[in-house]
């Protein structure tokens, strides 16, 4: 199994297991578009997503780095007239 498919597998098990987490990055990134950002960064997203489910949690789960390109692509493709709000790169590890 490669580096990219252990990453797939955790971030698709964090997903499965806290679908929250997408729906509060997805919330804050429409809350930037609706203040008139055109591109923004996902790492800032996922760290105020951290914040707000440190607080509401009570630090029960943790959100790992690698995942957040795995947000920004999902959030992209489920929001393709926001395709390129958040800047990707090919992914290595594939």
Known sequence: ???????????KNL?????EIYDIFEKFTFD?????FKRYSADAVM????????????GNFKINNNFVA?????FMQNNPQHAG???T????SK
Do not use: N
């Open 1 to 11: 199994m490669s580096r990219y498919d252990q990453l797939e597998l955790g971030f």
């Open 15 to 19: 997903h499965a297991t806290h679908p």
């Open 32 to 36: 930037l578009i609706g203040l008139k």
């Open 47 to 58: 760290h105020r997503v951290r914040w707000e489910t440190e607080v509401s949690s009570g």
């Open 70 to 74: 795995f947000y920004a692509r999902l």
């Open 85 to 87: 709000f958040f800047e």
């Open 89 to 92: 790169r090919v992914q290595g």
